[in-house]
């Protein structure tokens, strides 16, 4: 049994990247001004965030049910007996279930996991699902897993500029007039389903401090004893520089010394409701010390 592994933009995989490892990658689509662009395709960091900034009309739509059918037919063309499709989280997006819907004229061949997770995390039930597949377990196998481990794993952010979140209707203007008035950083979270928020403290600094602390406490009282072999943690970040980004995975690596931390921008998805500015961070559990 020959099974593939397909995930979206969503996971922080990049092209180049899914091309090494032999991933079939979906690149969400961006409207910006009425023009499709596609993540990580035609669409990169910097003009996604300028677009933000300047005002443009910037939003994010699910894939085409063209698309991810096409998609399945030329990869089970190539080969493959099954297909292990693996999309954003059904809280946070309708793609999931469009893709369920769609799966069921391949009469089980294709097999979409509701995975629950999002960027950092996502990844990496992405390469857990690769493991799986070289290992010859079938789309099934390997779907009912991830579903069974889905809320193996928790991601915060701290968001920089409240208007974003105005925008998209997650706090009202007044709210977001007093934030910026005295600074506030919202610290949001994903626990599975949907963007929650989790505390608000007066600069990024501070919100750098609570997270760490949060996820730290979250980890420790979740899995108590848990071997460091068997966590991974993830920064990530919404346009930020290459000197913050470093900063950001370093700041992690400090706190968590024995654990593999690895850096990913957020996806669009998440940064077209949050804006530039944004750090986050999230662990995963898994199964085999081999991942990563």
Not at 1 to 20: L, P, Q, W, Y
Not at 33 to 48: D, H, K
Request: proline share 4%; glycine share 8%.
């Amino acid at each position: 049994m020959k099974t593939a592994v397909m995930t979206d933009s969503n996971s922080g995989i990049t092209k180049e990247e899914a091309d090494r490892l032999g991933i079939f990658l979906l690149p969400m689509p961006v409207i910006i001004n009425e023009q499709t662009y596609y993540e990580g395709i035609n669409l990169e960091q910097r003009f996604f965030y300028e677009s933000l900034i300047e005002g443009h009309d910037v939003s994010t739509s699910q894939p085409s049910p063209g698309d991810v059918m096409d998609m399945w037919k030329q990869i089970l063309s190539k080969g493959y007996d099954e297909i292990i499709h693996i999309p954003m989280s059904s809280g946070l997006s309708s793609s999931c279930a469009t893709a369920i819907g769609l799966a069921e004229d391949f009469q089980g061949k294709v097999q979409v996991a509701d995975n629950h997770r999002i960027s950092v995390t996502m990844r990496i039930a992405v390469m857990e699902a690769l493991h799986m597949a070289n290992e010859g377990r079938s789309a099934r196998e390997i779907r009912e897993d991830l579903e069974k481990r889905a809320y193996d794993s928790s991601i915060f952010l701290a968001v920089d500029d409240l208007k974003y979140l105005k925008k998209g209707g997650r706090i009202t203007p007044a709210a977001a007039a007093l934030g910026t008035v005295f600074h506030i950083k919202p610290v949001l979270t994903i626990q599975g389903e949907k963007l929650d928020a989790f505390a608000k403290t007066r600069g990024m600094k501070k919100a750098k401090a609570i997270m760490l602390k949060a996820l730290k406490e979250d980890l420790e009282k979740r899995f108590p004893g848990i071997d460091s072999k068997y966590v991974r943690i993830g920064a990530a970040g919404s346009g930020l520089s290459l000197e913050e980004s470093r900063e950001w995975q370093a700041m992690l690596q400090e706190m968590f010394p024995e654990v593999q931390v690895y850096y990913d921008h957020l996806s669009f998805s998440v940064g077209s409701h949050t804006g530039p500015g944004v750090y986050g961070m999230g662990f995963s559990i898994v199964q085999d010390p081999s991942i990563s």
